[in-house]
């Protein structure tokens, strides 16, 4: 979020500079300046995970995705170039997550490993198993690397 409010507001100081230096600025040219520095904002913005027991929501920029973790039917990766994990639910729910979301939030993920457990209790996923543990993997991995930086060498 500070690289998106710092991408526009960089370049909204540098169209407002330009247009001062060349002389034409007014009124009507700042608030354009403005509004396109906002749009940039709004693009560059990430979406939001919010999670709590239950359900887990991706707000994106105009939808909201919501799905059960404690009612998974399928986890896995999604094809592309940037990684998603992709959860689904037996009511029809579909989310794409960004794992390093995760990675940067424990507290989220704890929930949603909890949530995912519950549902492998359930007997719910149909598959995910292998999806979850490269993930956890990743997770611990991370984990260990920042333990190992913030402690520094002895």
Known sequence: MRSAVGVASLLLAALLVLDAGAGRIDPTRGALWTGLAALVL???????VPTRPGPLSARGLLVTDTVR?????????SDG???RMVLRDTEG???E??????VRNPAMWRRLETD?????????????AT???QLAGRI????????LKVSGPE
């Open 140 to 147: 611990e991995s991370e984990t260990a690397r920042t333990v």
């Open 116 to 128: 995912t457990r519950t549902s492998i209790r359930r007997g719910t996923p149909l598959c995910g």
């Open 69 to 77: 973790t404690d009612s998974l039917v399928s986890i896995r990766w």
């Open 131 to 133: 999806a979850l543990c």
């Open 97 to 102: 997550i960004d794992p390093a979301v995760l």
């Open 81 to 83: 170039v940037s990684r």
């Open 42 to 48: 709004v693009i560059l913005l990430p979406p939001r």
């Open 93 to 95: 729910g579909r989310v």
